[in-house]
């Protein structure tokens, strides 16, 4: 089968470029100028790729021997998906947990109050999935963006395979938006345990953990803006408040996050 690799550098500071170029003369190395974020640059990659199959793959991971063949013929087999997941192996060798559902105010304050470990199964619990088996291949609501297979016609069914990603969700919360648009039309998505990768799981965001802890939080309250519907809109200013005084919490103060670095960094460049 023949593939091509896209690889969109953003703005690197070490020696990853030149890396890149000297060992794997054939990939196509897009180099940004800039750190655009996670979603933009996947829909740089994106726009550039040809294939009938697209896969994000994060910098942190590592494929072994065989993963992808794999990956694709499983995609290929369930006509019903559109997009397939892979199960995580972590520096320890542990199954890494990956699959969450899609966020509502209810699972979230079901976290929140610790009502979803004690209720496992029920719609409070619809959130983390503490009972979702990791040794068994099934559908799976919303996997991470770690490493996702997408066949490009069902991206077409929610827009433009040259540009699936919501750029408003810069480094989070991009790929939630995705998958929850893919479903809202009908596209499933496959968790498959016949392959995996190794993870090392936030190795790049934990460099800059402050920012990172609030751009999730504040990106997941404009995923709530952008899906919540009816009644429960009411109440958006009530998660919204408790997003932020955990991100507060968690990152022992305020942040501006990466779209203030981002623009710190786009001024300094001009």
């Not at 504040?218 to 803006?225: D, E, G, I, P, T």
Request: glycine fraction near 8%.
């Amino acid at each position: 089968m023949e593939m091509e690799v896209i690889v969109v550098d953003n703005n690197s500071q070490d020696e990853s470029e030149a890396a890149v170029r000297e060992q794997f003369p054939d990939v196509n190395l897009i180099q940004t100028g800039a750190n655009t974020g996670y979603a933009a640059g996947n829909n740089i990659a994106f726009s550039q790729a040809k294939g009938d199959l697209l896969l994000t793959l994060n910098a942190d991971t590592e494929m072994y021997e065989g993963t992808l063949d794999t990956a694709i013929r499983e995609l290929q087999a369930h006509h019903d998906c559109g997009v397939l997941s892979v199960k995580f192996r972590g520096p320890e060798g542990e199954v890494q947990s990956s699959v969450r559902g899609f966020p509502t105010l209810k699972n979230l304050f079901g976290e929140i109050l610790g009502i979803a470990k004690r209720k496992p199964g029920t719609e409070w619990a619809s959130y983390s999935l503490p009972d979702f088996d990791y040794q068994k291949s099934q559908y799976a609501p919303q996997p991470m963006g770690t490493f996702l297979l997408f066949k490009r016609e069902a991206l077409e069914k929610v827009g433009s395979a040259k540009k699936p990603f919501d750029e408003q969700f810069p480094i989070f919360f991009n790929e939630v938006d995705l998958l929850k648009r893919l479903d809202d039309a009908g596209v499933k998505c496959w968790y498959c345990t016949e392959t995996e990768v190794f993870h090392h799981h936030g190795s790049s965001t934990k460099q800059v953990r402050a920012s990172m802890i609030w751009e999730s939080h504040r990106s997941l309250v404009r995923y709530l803006k952008k899906h919540l519907r009816g009644a429960a809109r009411i109440f958006l200013p009530l998660a919204a408040l408790a997003s932020y005084c955990g991100a507060f919490v968690r990152a022992k103060g305020y942040h501006a996050g990466f779209r203030a670095e981002h623009h710190n960094l786009q001024l300094e460049h001009d």
